[in-house]
């Protein structure tokens, strides 16, 4: 005790800055889990939580028997792994490319334009889409009609919904993403390049020998923690982009617990999605970190 007592005392002032970020995660992340209950219960608002029934895993078997539970599953998976296959190697290719450009102000330009859309509001970026894919005037139409195409009603095909989710994404968060490896890049020693060079390697193999290998340990962690979130689509984007004639290829586990939430008020059942949602986010997230520490020795924990 004596020996904490010390630490306190000697780390206060690091302790109070850290003090907001526990706080806020305690209160907004901790203390709301005792509501996963209502999972477990017919709530009734007027009855509160504890004064509503048990009613076990009545919800859960309600959403797996539901004609929505396939369509809402495959949606949500197939959108999270295009996302994954497609969105995660951008940032990686980008920070590489972005490296292997001399200081100046063509590599800056390029850097702040690539970071723009990330601050770009989701209702803006939405209202963007909408606007390039209009039938009437949308640039990608008049593109399709000069070449002698036939417009296309992009948000009301439900083929092209997962294409455009996933590119628009892409666009979105691919230079914001390649912070953190552009940063990795600045750490590693230069010596190495230097002696890569003296060896005769030429720019293509120090990026290929160098810098791609060093890079790994930040690309396993990554790639464990969007794993982990694997099952978190967007709920924002996709609530509004999509409507009825897109439910087919649009409609995914965040969006559907929202409409019988929010819009229905069914609590406890889409408290169980949610539960249902976060326990799949868990599973994944401890396998792909323990296989990651068996194959390379990298890891969250």
Not at 147 to 175: K, T
Not at 203 to 228: D, E, F, Y
Not at 269 to 295: D, P
Request: hydrophobic share 50%; proline share 4%; no cysteine.
């Amino acid at each position: 005790m004596r020996h904490v007592a010390k630490v306190l005392n000697r780390d206060k002032y690091l302790l109070l800055l850290i003090l907001p970020v526990l706080l806020y995660y305690l209160v907004f992340h901790y203390i709301p889990m005792y509501g996963v209950i209502i999972a477990f219960k017919d709530f009734k608002p007027l009855k509160g939580i504890l004064g509503s029934a048990w009613v076990g895993f009545e919800n859960f078997q309600l959403f797996f028997n539901s004609v929505y539970f396939w369509r809402i599953l495959k949606n949500t998976l197939l959108l999270s792994i295009y996302s994954l296959l497609w969105g995660f190697p951008v940032p990686i290719l980008f920070a590489l490319l972005l490296n292997e450009l001399k200081e100046g102000i063509f590599k800056k330009l390029v850097q702040t334009i690539s970071y723009l859309p990330h601050f770009i509001s989701i209702v803006v970026i939405v209202g963007m889409i909408a606007n390039f894919t209009s039938v009437n005037g949308g640039i990608i139409n008049t593109v399709i009609q000069w070449f002698g195409g036939q417009p296309i009603n992009f948000l009301s095909e439900p083929g092209w919904f997962r294409d455009i989710y996933v590119s628009s994404s892409i666009w979105q968060g691919f230079g914001w993403s390649s912070i953190i490896y552009l940063a990795a890049i600045a750490g590693i020693d230069s010596q190495l390049y230097e002696a890569a060079e003296m060896d005769g390697a030429n720019r293509w193999q120090k990026m290929w020998k160098i810098t791609l290998p060093s890079l790994v340990p930040t690309i396993v962690i990554l790639l464990i923690l969007n794993v982990g979130n694997l099952m978190d689509v967007g709920f924002e984007k996709i609530n509004l982009l999509y409507n009825p004639t897109t439910y087919e290829t649009a409609d995914v586990i965040s969006t559907y617990v929202f409409r019988q939430g929010i819009q229905q008020a069914d609590y406890s059942y889409s408290t169980a999605i949610g539960l249902f949602n976060n326990v799949i986010n868990l599973i994944l997230l401890i396998s792909v970190n323990r296989i990651s520490k068996k194959v390379s020795e990298t890891s969250l924990w």
